[in-house]
């Protein structure tokens, strides 16, 4: 069984440790590309959102590698999502792939069925042997975490543009090749050295731009649909920040109630006023987040999207009044394959102006006309 | 006189405005793209030097619009800014209380709102382009009109014709429609100005609080019959400001004198329209990305080059 899973930024580095340390054999597709989208666009439905259409082309490219078994999670509510799963494997099979379907789906709907789709995959491995591969995972997940946030902070005091994401680069490498938990453990740390190093020691700006970044969790993550959002605003002297990782989606949806992380808690209680309803994806959360970089004194908020998804268009309708109540500019990218460059650059440009003219205004104790203060 | 340069290269126009250090403007120039960039800001510049009469210096240079990396590496400039923060800040200039900017030019509109001299909110096309310059000029020369004329055409309607607005190929056809049915021209430009405001309104100020003073600008702004469209479906007076072609110019010259530079400007001179620039470009095989790089030559120097998701190209 050679066993692959889509691309989600360096969602690979973790789920790879768990399948290989499990004895399974995986096939990683080529990172997403151009070749990809046009892959995935062509064989899927023009109105299903961008991450269907990538998911399909990974999964086109890994076929082409050798892959017989794609692995991919489910899902229930009213994101679309949960019915990705059915609909790749059904565009796979009219293609002619002779591809197996194995889907994940959250362990709320039962942990009996989740358990026997992990041991139809893992097969020939002990429940010792699973635990091992799991933990080497969850480290190497937290490990990832880290190595982007570290970078994230790094970028907007790096002397050479690029430096930051090159030492990034390099670092999850090594972290990827590590095939132990105190090796992983090494490699994290030479890799925030490198990250900080790579920076040229820099003068401190005291304080930075500070963003928050909310949206659809996969469009968030992956770097190659966001078009580098985060290297984009780090590179004009933005510090950015986001709650949503892969680490905080595990503890929120694979792991007990108790492990979940308090943001998540508060983001969705600070959500209620304006949204009180499971609208699906991370909509809530998206509502609950603006808030809560609200309360941190955060300069402003960009919400990521792909086109056409419903759970973050509701959250884009009600946040209008929540950037209002709070004084906090949000900024919505609605993002797809379509999607051009030079328009996403120009927005990002005039929203930090807009941003460090705010801050101007605010260091000279003025308010905007209608709005209270915090 | 020290003097402060901008240079707006946008996709239908490129405009040129030369401003004294009170932000007036001391001479401007308005010429078409037609998809030469590097071609027509050496023209400007042209023009610009000949207009500009007084003994001055260039004390600095703004660029902006789509072109103003190309603008910036061709003539040496000291601001490189985005077209919605040069907009802001040129209607800033010439209505200090204006709140809202409607901005609309060849293939792009955009909101503006400002409170108290701030942006503090923006937006901007991102899947439809009916009602901008591009479209509108398509149209005018579909009916035989000439597009200085069509605002004055639009405002001899004695009965507006509604127009399908929500895409700018169906509105062409709602049009052809409406003329063969028997309307008349006149009534059909007024129906489209109010077709192509309506969607604006729905599209591009989805949402937005639209309050007075209301500045519209860009080449658009131009046209009477769009900007007495935009009155009447807000209720409440626009301000086109004279200069309105020159605003995005404007805007990048008052940039660059914000900027300060220091120790001196990066501007290349008025000679740079002499120098011969060669552009080309070639498709990376370093990775499955396939990026696009191109470049700008002059001579055997290499003035700038940039296109590719890693940088390794980026002069």
């Avoid at chain 1, 941003?355 to 308010?367: D, F, I, N, Q, S």
Wanted: hydrophobic share 45%; with cysteine.
């Amino acid at each position: 069984m050679r066993v692959t899973f889509p691309r989600m930024g360096n969602s690979h580095i973790p789920l790879r440790a768990l399948f290989e340390s499990a004895g399974v054999e995986v096939v990683l597709p080529p990172p997403s590309s151009r070749r990809t989208v046009a892959l995935g666009a062509r064989h899927s439905p023009e109105f299903a959102c961008f991450p269907l259409k990538l998911n399909i082309g990974n999964f086109i490219e890994a076929a082409e590698s050798g892959a017989d078994t794609m692995v991919m999670a489910g899902g229930i509510g009213p994101c679309r999502f949960g019915y990705y799963a059915q609909v790749e494997r059904e565009i796979l099979a009219d293609m002619g792939f002779d591809l197996e379907m194995v889907v994940l789906e959250p362990p709320c709907t039962g942990w009996v069925g989740l358990a026997s789709r992990i041991r139809k995959i893992t097969g020939g491995c002990g429940v010792t042997g699973l635990l091992r591969a799991a933990r080497l995972a969850w480290v190497k997940c937290g490990a990832v975490d880290e190595i982007e946030s570290v970078s994230r902070k790094a970028r907007p005091v790096e002397r050479s543009r690029g430096a930051v994401t090159r030492a990034m680069e390099e670092a999850l490498a090594l972290l990827d090749d590590a095939g132990t938990v105190t090796a992983a453990r090494k490699a994290l740390a030479a890799g925030c050295e490198m990250i900080w190093s790579a920076t040229g020691f820099p003068v401190d700006d005291p304080e930075p731009i500070r963003v928050g970044i909310v949206g659809e969790i996969f469009m968030v993550l992956d770097g190659f649909s966001n078009m580098d959002v985060e290297r984009r605003l780090g590179e004009m002297g933005v510090e950015v920040h986001r709650f949503l990782s892969m680490g905080e989606w595990v503890r929120s949806n694979l792991l007990p109630k108790s492990f979940m992380p308090h943001e998540a808690r508060e983001m969705v209680a600070l959500a209620s006023p304006y949204l009180n309803y499971f609208v699906g994806g991370h909509g809530v959360e998206s509502v609950g987040g603006v808030r809560v970089y609200a309360r941190l004194g955060f300069d402003g908020v960009v919400q990521i999207m792909p086109f056409t998804c419903m759970p973050e268009i509701v959250a884009q309708s009600v946040l209008k009044n929540v950037s209002r109540d709070h004084s906090i500019p949000v900024l919505t990218l609605s993002l797809d394959e379509h999607t051009a460059e030079a328009g996403l650059q120009t927005r990002l440009e005039a929203f930090v102006d807009l941003l460090k003219r705010r801050r101007v205004m605010k260091a000279a104790g003025r308010t905007e006309e209608g709005v209270t203060p915090l | 006189m020290s003097l402060y340069l901008g240079i707006d290269v946008g996709s239908v126009s490129t405009d040129v405005a030369l401003i004294d250090p009170r932000n007036g403007l001391v001479a401007g120039a308005y010429l078409m793209t037609r998809g030469q960039p590097i071609r027509v800001v050496q023209e400007a510049l042209d023009e610009i030097a000949a207009a500009a009469t007084v003994p001055h210096e260039i004390s600095g240079v703004g660029t902006t619009g789509s072109g103003r990396h190309l603008a910036a590496a061709i003539v040496g400039a000291d601001a490189v800014k985005n077209e919605i923060t040069a907009h802001a800040v040129a209607a800033l200039a010439r209505v200090p209380d204006a709140r809202t900017v409607i901005e609309i030019g060849g293939q792009d509109s955009k909101i503006i709102i400002l409170r108290d001299g701030v942006v503090v909110d923006f937006a901007m096309n991102s899947v439809c382009a009916a009602g901008t310059g591009s479209f509108l000029d398509r149209q005018a020369s579909r009916l035989g009109i000439p597009i200085e004329e069509f605002g004055t055409i639009a405002l001899r309607s004695k009965n507006p014709v509604r127009i399908a607005g929500r895409c700018a190929v169906f509105a062409e056809s709602d049009m052809i429609h409406k003329q063969q049915v028997g309307h008349t021209v006149e009534d059909i430009v007024w129906g489209l100005c109010q077709a192509l405001v309506r969607n604006y309104l729905n599209n591009v100020g989805k949402g937005k609080e639209i309050r007075p003073p209301v500045v519209f600008q860009g080449g658009v702004a131009a046209n009477a019959g769009m900007k007495k469209a935009f009155e009447e479906a807000l209720g409440m007076e626009v301000i086109v400001p004279g200069e309105h072609k020159l605003m995005g110019a404007i805007g990048a010259a008052i940039l660059a004198r914000e900027a300060r530079p220091k120790p001196a400007t990066s501007f290349k001179g008025f000679d740079v329209a002499r120098q011969r620039f060669v552009s080309g470009g070639f498709e990376c095989s370093g990775c499955s990305n396939m990026c696009e790089v191109t470049e700008i030559r002059s001579g055997d120097s290499l003035v700038a080059r940039w296109g590719g998701r890693c940088g390794k190209w980026s002069s």
